[in-house]
C-alpha cells in the first residue's frame, strides 16, 4: 500500500537497526557499520584486540599500583567516571564502591561491570578469562590494568570526564547559554 521505508528496510534484511558508537577522542557520533548495497552482505565486525598491557604489568605504574592496593575505591571511581562520560561522580562511584565492599567483602560484583564496558567501547579481548572471574580473583590488578588503558587512550586520569573533555576542547567552555538581551533605546 505504502513505499516501503529505505530506513527500516535495511532492518529488514539485516537484523537490528544501525548501533551507533560515540569516539572517545572527538565525540562524535558514527555509525559503526558502513552503508552498503543490498547485494552485498554486511562486512564482518572488526576482530577484539588486545589490551596495551597485561594484567599483570603493574610495575610500569607503581603509584597507581600503590593506590589501587591501599584504597581501591579511588582507582575505581576514576575508572567509572570516565567510562560513563562523566553521568556518574568519581566520588560517587568511589563511595559505592566502598560500600558493597564493607557490607559484601566482594566489591568485584560492582567493579567487573566496567570491566565490560571498556571492552565494549574499545573491542578489547575478554582475556585472561571472563570478565568475573577475572574481578573476582585480581580486582585490584584488573583495575590498574583498565586505569593504563585509559591512559594509553589519552585519558588524564586524575582530571576526571569534565577535565579530560575541557583540555581536549583547549579550556573553551562548551555549555550552552542563553543569550543575553541588550536594553532598548532610551532618550
Known amino acids: 500500500m505504502?513505499?516501503?521505508?529505505?530506513?527500516?528496510?535495511?532492518?529488514?534484511h539485516h537484523g537490528a537497526p544501525t548501533p551507533y558508537t560515540q569516539l572517545p577522542a572527538t565525540g562524535v557520533q558514527v555509525s559503526s557499520t558502513t552503508q552498503h548495497?543490498?547485494?552485498?552482505?554486511?562486512?564482518?565486525p572488526a576482530a577484539p584486540v588486545a589490551w596495551s598491557?597485561?594484567?599483570f604489568d603493574c610495575c610500569s605504574d607503581v603509584k597507581n599500583c600503590c593506590i589501587t592496593c591501599w584504597c581501591p575505591c579511588i582507582t575505581f571511581g576514576q575508572i567509572a567516571e570516565i567510562v560513563d562520560r562523566g553521568s556518574t561522580s568519581s566520588v560517587t562511584s568511589g563511595t559505592l564502591y566502598g560500600l558493597i565492599s564493607l557490607i559484601t567483602g566482594c566489591a568485584c560484583i560492582y567493579s567487573y561491570v566496567y570491566r565490560t564496558k571498556?571492552?565494549?567501547q574499545y573491542m578489547l579481548e575478554e582475556s585472561p578469562c571472563g570478565d568475573?572471574?577475572?574481578?573476582?580473583?585480581?580486582?585490584?590488578?584488573a583495575m590498574c590494568q583498565e586505569y593504563r588503558e585509559l591512559q594509553?587512550?589519552?585519558y588524564n586520569m586524575t582530571l576526571g570526564w569534565k577535565g579530560n573533555v575541557q583540555q581536549q576542547n583547549h579550556g573553551v567552555a562548551m555549555t550552552p547559554t542563553a543569550p543575553t538581551s541588550e536594553p532598548g533605546m532610551t532618550r
Open 2 to 12: 505504502y513505499p516501503p521505508n529505505p530506513d527500516t528496510s535495511d532492518q529488514k
Open 53 to 55: 598491557t597485561g594484567l
Open 37 to 44: 548495497s543490498s547485494n552485498y552482505p554486511p562486512p564482518p
Open 118 to 120: 571498556i571492552r565494549e
Open 152 to 154: 594509553n587512550r589519552g
Open 132 to 141: 568475573c572471574m577475572v574481578h573476582c580473583f585480581c580486582d585490584s590488578c
